[in-house]
């Protein structure tokens, strides 16, 4: 039985041969499933062995539900957060992240998710958030306020102060045009250590095509 990266590099290598290797890959996730981390699957490096898929091209996780446009996802206010957020974020020429703490008040919390798009651009996690968590849930919630971009990890960090000054890297300085490549560049040095997921879902990027594999 093959692999999921065996899986993934079957596709990608006739996707590659029939249209182009300047790819973006999306991945569709229920949100049960969001402390699983699509950029760590390993794939055929260039010359010889494996790398992690977000090291070889810009890979994203949205949410599944949410893009399909079902009920109780609040899609309609998701479409219009997330394009203004969007629009701000992309007319800085330097990212400014807001940082969740696991010890964050949930007033506080509430109040920087009401700032991303005019302070902030980009939501960032310094610990490995439950997407199932019961009662207050801090993830889920920054989702659900329609928050495009946000960075969280998927293994809990020995040093929070460490994940914060290497992602503020991929974020602080640079455009949301340079974020994918950035990220890019974290998943060759530093991805193993914490599993990092880059969840982008902005509403204006509708496959053209829904075609489900069982695989």
């Not at 890979?59 to 701000?88: D, F, N, Y």
């Amino acid at each position: 039985m093959e692999t999921l990266g065996e899986i993934v590099d079957r596709y990608l290598s006739e996707v590659e041969q029939q249209y182009s290797q300047n790819l973006r890959l999306q991945f569709l996730v229920s949100h049960e499933f969001f402390s699983w981390n699509p950029q760590t699957i390993p794939i055929k490096a260039q010359l010889g062995g494996t790398a992690p898929l977000g090291s070889t091209y810009p890979t994203v996780m949205r949410w599944r539900e949410r893009t399909l446009g079902l009920p109780r996802t609040r899609h309609q206010e998701w479409a219009q957060r997330a394009e203004s957020i969007l629009k701000c974020a992309s007319a800085c020429p330097a990212l400014s992240c807001g940082w969740i703490a696991e010890d964050l008040d949930p007033n506080n919390l509430k109040d920087l998710l009401k700032a991303v798009g005019t302070k902030h651009h980009v939501v960032a996690f310094d610990f490995s958030p439950s997407p199932i968590k019961t009662g207050p849930n801090p993830l889920m919630q920054a989702i659900f306020e329609g928050i495009p971009v946000i960075l969280w990890p998927c293994v809990n960090p020995t040093d929070r102060a460490e994940i914060r000054r290497v992602l503020d890297v991929c974020t602080g300085k640079h455009s949301l045009t340079d974020l994918m490549e950035k990220m890019k560049e974290f998943y060759e040095t530093e991805q193993g250590k914490w599993k990092v997921t880059l969840f982008w879902d902005n509403p204006q990027e509708k496959p053209e095509k829904w075609e489900y594999v069982d695989l």
